[in-house]
């Protein structure tokens, strides 16, 4: 599945083979690495992923752009907003 | 809104339980959560300086499965709860205590204990901060 037209990732962090809660921790330090504004995306093979990053994203407050799925993991984005 | 706590007894030694316990805390802080764990028996000696990166027991009834549980946490990369924990702190508001009976039953100090700890409580202070979280466990 694609990513939506006019969106660029800035940082995309690799979690896959990482076990609950490792991709959603790697996010949030992703998250905080980089500025208001940037597009963050992590690929996660851990089947709780699924449930836990969508409601990190909204708990956060940023902008959940979707989940996008790959051969074997799901890649998910968010944009930064504060 | 007044941050929401959780608030666990660590009471087994077991590298399972303490693996749900690290799992838990991290859980709870990314979700913004504030985290407490109060440390006894065997939960506390788990964190006496050296202990958690022997070869952990594992739940007496699972013991069987002691040396394929390790492998398979080996060969996955599954961290040790130890550094989940620390990067539990490095991530939001996570306390831990150490039960001050133990402490005195088994003649510890703060010092000997994991440098994640943070100070001795008695269980007075454990109750009176357990009575207003929102999720308290025993593990």
């Known amino acids: 599945m694609n990513?939506?037209?006019?969106?660029?990732?800035?940082?995309?962090?690799?979690?896959?083979?990482?076990?609950?809660?490792?991709?959603?921790?790697?996010?949030?330090?992703?998250?905080?690495?980089?500025?208001?504004?940037?597009?963050?995306?992590?690929?996660?093979?851990?089947?709780?992923?699924g449930k836990d990053i969508p409601l990190w994203i909204e708990k956060a407050k940023h902008e959940y752009l979707g989940a996008f799925a790959e051969d074997g993991y799901t890649r998910f984005v968010l944009r930064k907003v504060h | 809104m007044a941050t929401e706590r959780m608030s666990l007894v660590v009471f087994s030694g077991a590298a399972d339980k303490l693996m749900a316990v690290a799992t838990l805390a991290t859980g709870a802080v990314a979700m913004g959560m504030e985290v407490e764990l109060f440390l006894t028996f065997w939960?506390?000696?788990?964190?006496?300086?050296?202990?958690?990166?022997?070869?952990?027991?594992?739940?007496?009834?699972?013991?069987?499965?002691?040396p394929l549980m390790a492998e398979l946490m080996q060969k996955k990369g599954v961290p040790h709860w130890l550094d989940t924990l620390r990067a539990a702190r490095e991530l939001g508001d996570l306390k831990i205590f150490a039960c001050s009976a133990t402490m005195e039953l088994f003649e510890h100090t703060l010092d000997e204990l994991e440098d994640v700890v943070d100070e001795v409580t008695g269980v007075a202070t454990f109750v009176e901060r357990a009575k207003e979280a929102k999720i308290t466990l025993f593990i």
């Not at chain 1, 990513?3 to 998250?31: H, M, N, Q, W």
């Not at chain 2, 939960?43 to 002691?66: C, H, N, V």
Request: glycine residues 12%.
């Open chain 2, 43 to 66: 939960g506390l000696e788990a964190f006496r300086k050296g202990t958690a990166k022997e070869q952990p027991p594992i739940s007496a009834e699972f013991a069987s499965y002691g």
């Open chain 1, 3 to 49: 990513l939506p037209s006019g969106i660029t990732i800035d940082k995309e962090i690799d979690a896959r083979g990482s076990f609950c809660p490792g991709p959603l921790l790697e996010l949030i330090r992703g998250v905080k690495s980089v500025p208001v504004g940037s597009v963050v995306a992590v690929l996660s093979s851990d089947p709780g992923s």
